[in-house]
C-alpha cells in the first residue's frame, strides 16, 4: 500500500512539473530575455553573474543528487545495520 501511495505521489508531481508550469503574466513576459520569456512570474536576470550563478547552483544540486542516489545504492560499510536496510529487511 504505502508503494502505491509514493508510486502515485511521484507520478503526480511529475505529471504537475512537465504539463502544468507556471505562466507568467504580459507584465513579467516584457521584464524576461527573450529565451525566459512565459516561463515564469517576476524579473528576470539583470546580468551575466546571475546566470553564472544559476549554473554553479545548478552543478552543486545535481552532484547532490548523485551523492545521495551513490550512498543509498552503495553504502561504504555493508555490514552496517542502517535504517534503510532494516526496514528493506523486515
Not at 508531481?13 to 520569456?37: E, M, N, S, V
Amino acid at each position: 500500500m504505502k508503494s502505491l501511495i509514493m508510486t502515485m505521489s511521484i507520478t503526480l508531481g511529475i505529471w504537475i512539473a512537465a504539463y502544468a508550469p507556471a505562466k507568467a503574466c504580459d507584465a513579467c513576459k516584457a521584464q524576461q530575455p527573450q529565451f525566459l520569456q512565459g516561463i515564469t512570474h517576476g524579473g528576470g536576470p539583470t546580468g551575466n553573474w546571475d546566470y553564472i550563478i544559476v549554473s554553479i547552483m545548478v552543478v552543486i544540486t545535481l552532484y547532490s543528487l548523485y551523492a545521495l542516489i551513490r550512498c543509498l545504492t552503495k553504502p561504504e560499510n555493508p555490514e552496517h545495520q542502517d535504517i534503510k536496510k532494516i526496514i528493506l529487511n523486515s
